[in-house]
DNA sequence: GATGAATGAGTGTTCATTCAT
DNA sequence: AATGAATGAACACTCATTCAT
């Protein structure tokens, strides 16, 4: 990225202007180089089409953010599995300590998205066209597991293969709506200290609606 | 509707056929009128221009859905209102009778989007290159007052005016999210009586994150 | 004229408007339609084509300026003939008299001119693209012969055929600078009060070229 | 100019083709690169649109054109003023010398339009429907400065408001008609040597017409 | 590395005209 | 007399992409 060409820079530059402003169908090859001051030969020697342009944007903070994801929702299920260990009730031993791994967590891709704010802004709003249109869904699909965990041992459920309709219907709402927190956080703050704090209270929606599914019925 | 001219008909299935498959943008006028056996001149004959061909498809059930969200979020909120007049905390009270009423409204508007689930499934999703492209938005513009009135009284909040800005943050995230549980039930249950029955348990997951905003610090 | 269908009538009215606001080839005959609030196979009952319709509105006009036109300049040449009768200068014999019958003809013109201004401005200004787009060519060459004759007797000249090429060209710049006298009258004023007010001194303009041009060399 | 691409060349040249068979309008830009024998999108490599396309043929040679008019007829009055400080008839000292100077300025303009006779032809008869179509107009405009100082100078009029309606309009008229002079010889002389050769018939014409109106009344 | 030139298929849209009813 | 529907060819223009130099 440092060591990148000037000329490439330059294209980076003008592209996500364009890309920002029209997004990825409307955008135009042609007034990308024009601003970039070159032709549009140069900018095939560099990408190999449209879209390559547009994944050089986004490349980078997409892998990074996949990378926290696995560390943090599959890797690990490290607290909850601690706690199945033990006796308890394990929503109130949730609710004991306050979530605070997930906060943690929470923290931690909140400041991955500010870091790259521009990219992620880019990646999903304006990727209609692309192979990331239905980023927020290949999102939540990798989440997903890591959520069915935790609500199998919330309510208490014996094995995945358990799992009724209703209770998977539920769970791929709650993934979706936790990356949907993430996205609304990173679209509607201005900086990631405004949207640490903000997190606080979403954090208090999220877990308030997850004991309402978990006590249900 | 009913009494439409045929060729209008082929059309307009024609246009839901292509504009599903392809999205507004890269829909191609000429493949809609050779699916429908026409030229393109016939197609100006009964549509003013592309837009005005998506439009057809989306209008009316947009119109209702715009009708029905006027009648159950704008017009009324008397359930608030009665309870408002009573000396009972709200909360409590709404918790009582179990959210009654808001679950009227829900069952409402779900038997209206499946209605009309295609056209609404390409509004949602189909539209980008539209004057709806921002039609999400739009709906929970629509809805915010409402929500903002629910949140004052619950949180027992003098006046609209006394709102912090993390409290309208939170309104807003929260209208966007009722907004959400639609778009997810219309877009992940194969029909109405599905719908139905998960939405049951996406009220209790909305009631908690509400509970959960409400009774926090 | 008079006793033409209402429905023809409003055709040629909206049509009116359209060419002269947009000339000819630009105008729309689906706008002229939608103008007139009829369809456009109405408008193909009344008219053969675009071009007939565009016709119709000039059509009598043209008739009497054309029929106005061999009156005064092709038939009649009488004041030169019977000045040719007579022994004397013509140029003095036309200057005493103050050229008092072309300056009948030039009033009656005028008045004519008025009489169906619209249409008149609507052939000359709007017709590119109709058969007349040549119309002041045609209208040249249809008085050319009158001056020539004029030409011929003033310079004292045996006969037409011992005109040089020089003489053919003035001659001709002369008669096509008199239609211009015309058009440039119809275009310019208000109204045929102005418009004969003006027209004196056009004469002026007029009877100095024809003298400069027969006492040169 | 000279060294222009081959490619733009042939371009230009079955423009010019086009243009001047079927005036701007009509002209088809697929007819033009049908015969240039290359695809439409070249075309608008080296032109924006059908208008920049029509401009490129006559842009210099009508640049020259107005800047012969401003050194012509704006810049100097030199004849008038040089006169105006003597104590003479203007009229009679402008035929006293034979309106030499303004000889001169017509010789050097015909000499103009016949180095880019097809050019100005173009531009005068094919121009409808580009920003030249009141090409004439715009040129008189430019002139009928000139010809209102001359006009006050040889009437003795003190000052350019003590103008009346008629004054300015027959000024109008003579500016008008020496722009059509011009026109006249362009489009009926076959080379610069007939063109120069008419010339001197028409200046007797045009000179015989300004005494007819300065001498008036 | 980068240019300038060119392709070829595509776009939405407009048009005068026709014709069965 | 007039409508409503439909044709079919044409329009100017834009696009991502390619490639010899």
Redesign the pocket.
Known sequence: MENE????KKLKKAAFKEFSEKGFMK????NICKEAG?????L??FFS??EDLFDSLIEEPLKKLNAAIENHFIEEMSTSKKMAGENLNIAEMAAAQGFEDDKAIARDIVHLLFEYRESFELLLTKAQGTRYENIRDMIVDKVEDHYTGLYVMMKGIESHKKLSKEDKFIIHWMSHDQIEVFIHILLHCKNEKEALNQMEYMIDYIVGGWFGVINSK
């Open positions: 060409k000037e000329t490439k955008a135009s090859l042609r070159l032709t549009t030969g140069a095939y020697f089409d449209k």
